[in-house]
């Protein structure tokens, strides 16, 4: 009793923003002690996404080039730190405002995508993580290596008809052994989370819709029972 928790809801279930929720012990692990419930908050989806699409689906190797689009949001700055850790060359692209803040974070080429067509300038690469899809997505298979791995999981991606796009996408799950994982590499230092804005649970729908002023910054916004 009293043990503090964090995990990811069913997605096929009813979501979570309410005072109480019914979980399954398999979607939940203890929380990072270094983070606050707010920063917990931030990591289950994103890190688990980033974790399933580059460890286990693309099996990423040392020195690989490992490209993320996308790479400042919310699932792209786990993948920028993970690949690293598993010993690849990861180039990232983002907007000009969060170049700095994602070579801080481990990436060894960042992209201004609004300035530069990376397609001119990446060469090619072993595996893509696809967070923004669409035309981006389209672009991203002639920088692919023949023998190279395509993850993607833009929402555009989940209704297309071409299989190289159908085999590419995936849709995270929870998974107990790799909040775990995660868990010990937050509190070890080696990977980090990032909360944009705490909003109370009354301006819940406002932060859905986008309507809510929010700060410009990395990470995500938190709807949170105390705030």
Not at 106 to 118: H, L, Q, S, T, W
Request: aromatic share 6%.
């Amino acid at each position: 009793m009293g043990d503090e928790v964090y995990g990811m809801s069913d997605w096929f279930a009813d979501g979570a923003a309410a005072e109480y929720c019914l979980t399954l012990p398999q979607n939940i692990s203890a929380k990072p002690t270094l983070l606050t419930h707010e920063a917990a908050a931030t990591v289950p989806i994103a890190a688990l996404t980033a974790w399933q699409g580059l460890v286990d689906r693309a099996m990423i190797r040392p020195d690989e080039r490992v490209l993320v689009h996308g790479g400042a949001g919310a699932v792209g700055l786990f993948a920028v730190q993970l690949a690293r850790r598993h010993g690849a060359y990861v180039i990232a692209t983002v907007s000009a405002r969060d170049i700095d803040f994602i070579k801080q974070l481990g990436a060894n080429e960042v992209i201004d995508y609004a300035a530069i067509r990376f397609e001119q300038v990446v060469g090619k690469v072993d595996v893509i993580l696809d967070t923004v899809g669409g035309d981006t997505l389209h672009r991203s298979w002639g920088v692919l290596k023949s023998a190279g791995r395509m993850i993607a999981i833009a929402a555009d991606s989940e209704g297309s008809s071409d299989p190289r796009i159908k085999d590419a996408f995936f849709i995270v799950e929870p998974k107990q052994s790799q909040l775990t994982e995660v868990g010990k590499l937050i509190d070890a230092g080696h990977l980090k989370t990032f909360v944009k804005a705490t909003v109370p649970l009354k301006d819940a729908a406002a932060a859905y819709d986008g309507s809510l002023a929010h700060g410009s910054g990395p990470g995500k916004i938190v709807i949170s029972i105390s705030a």
